[in-house]
């Protein structure tokens, strides 16, 4: 089981330690490499930090999961779950600022392994079940109303197409992320970035 702490990070399976905001990439890698079917990642069709002309773009990507960071691309599998781990902004760029949970489970095919936030499995759930108990408020996020976020537990939800009744995918932020400097948008990109600039457009 995954356990979501908003504001500190995940607390990982069978006594592995807690992941927390503000580790260092040396220090999650450690941890997470630790963990059976740890993997390095590697660049695919992504750009790094460097590859944006704006900020605005790689404050997207950012959000997207498309920002390759070497520096942060160990992926941890706990069942049929994976999660990825990711740097802030300009100025915490060297800081653990954002964890993505994605859900493994092939289509048709619920998710065996728990995701949990205050005893909650969130993706074990049927979407709507889970979005009627967090804490308000909440609010359909871009690119699509399906997706939800929670400003006050720094939590967006979202849906793959093969578990359209239940979320699958999940990012739970710090607070600050770093991406500040950018604009004030939390969950999407205010100054109109853009992640696929310099990829396909």
Known sequence: MLELLPGTGVVLPAGAGTLRFGMTPEEAGAMLGATPGSHRSRQCMTLTRAGYAHLRH???????????DGAWNTVAVFGDVVLTVAG????????????TVEAGASRG??????????????FGNPAADVV????GPTRPS?????????????LWLRRNPQAVHRWSRLSLLAAPTGWERCCAGT???LDGGDGFVGLIR
């Open 142 to 154: 871009a690119p699509t109303a399906d997706d939800v976020t929670v400003p006050r537990l720094g």
């Open 132 to 135: 009627s108990v967090l804490p």
């Open 109 to 122: 095919r619920t998710t065996t392994s728990e995701v949990v936030w205050d005893g909650v499995d969130l």
């Open 88 to 99: 802030g902004g300009p100025g915490r760029a060297d800081r653990l600022a954002g964890i």
């Open 58 to 68: 790689a404050h997207d990507a950012w959000l997207g999961g498309i920002l390759h």
């Open 187 to 189: 969950f999407a990109c």
